[in-house]
């Protein structure tokens, strides 16, 4: 079974992350959720980073606002996926969050969804993972399906209510 890891830089990220774990359920992916600091418990963070590939994850997601350098530090130990989820905070509308996890320097990668984008950070990792496991990708086909569908009995419902 696909196994991901969900850090979050502190308790208080839970509601902007709770998507990504329902996304991850959803296709039956093993997640795991902690809360560990870049800042306040960097060796924590190390610890956690430098062991997940040994401990049976293949993808970590990290979320962290303000100064979120949480998905950076995590990439830094690692070279499994990481995937960054700016986390909306009092400031700038999360453009700081934003850019401390987008911006990382040549060969230390973290893929970076929206801020808030925890939904869309789990559907990166199922993604990912699909390259390895097919019945994931089956699983991910047939999800694109039932959106598109939706989108048609949107479509018509719509033009039922202009006739």
Known sequence: MPKVALIMGS??????????V??????????????????????KVAKFADGARENGFEV???AAGKAAHLAGVIAGHTTLPVIGIPIKSSLMDGLD????????????????????GSDNAGYLAAQMLSLKYPELAAKLDAHRVSM??????????????LA
């Open 97 to 116: 969050s934003l850019l401390s996890t987008v911006q990382m320097p040549a060969g230390i990668p973290v893929a970076t969804v929206a801020v808030n």
């Open 22 to 43: 329902d996304v991850l359920r959803k296709f039956e992916i093993e997640v795991e959720v902690h809360v560990a600091s870049a800042h306040r418990t960097p060796e």
């Open 11 to 20: 308790k208080s990220d839970w509601p902007s992350v709770k998507g990504c």
């Open 60 to 62: 970590i997601i990290a």
């Open 148 to 161: 598109a569908e939706k989108i048609e009995e949107d479509d018509a419902a719509l033009n039922a209510e």
